[in-house]
Nanobody
Framework: VQLQASGGGLVQAGGSLRLSCIPS????????MAWFRQAPGNERELVVVLNWSVGYTYYANSVKGRFTGSRDNAKNTVYLQMNSLKPEDTAVYYCAARTIGTTTWPYWGQGTQVTVSS
């Protein structure tokens, strides 16, 4: 599985961005998807998990109420809508995939930089 992430950029605090992730095939029926982020000097942080097999979406407390994960089956795309962005959201954002029923994330996109200025 190959993942292509895009949509990052520079935005002022309070602004919005939408990230996209396109897998190499139509995998949504067999894979969970997630968004992670990593800021300089920090460990990679799990932001959103889209577990469609059980209809469950997980959000990290730091983004709850501001970020929304979704998918468009017709476009074979997963999105991360980020609103009310804060400087502390600055990071490289990665999409990831795992086979439903497993716990590790073996498939990763290349990362897209999000920079939020104050």
């Amino acid at each position: 599985v190959q993942l292509q992430a895009s949509g990052g950029g520079l935005v002022q605090a309070g602004g919005s961005l939408r990230l996209s992730c396109i897998p190499s095939g139509r995998i949504f029926s067999n894979y969970d998807m997630a968004w992670f982020r990593q800021a300089p000097g920090n460990e990679r942080e799990l932001v959103v998990v889209l577990n469609w097999s059980v209809g469950y979406t997980y959000y990290a407390n730091s983004v709850k109420g501001r970020f929304t994960g979704s998918r468009d089956n017709a476009k074979n795309t997963v999105y991360l809508q980020m609103n009310s962005l804060k400087p502390e959201d600055t990071a490289v954002y990665y999409c990831a995939a795992r086979t439903i029923g497993t716990t590790t994330w073996p498939y990763w996109g290349q990362g897209t930089q999000v920079t939020v200025s104050s």
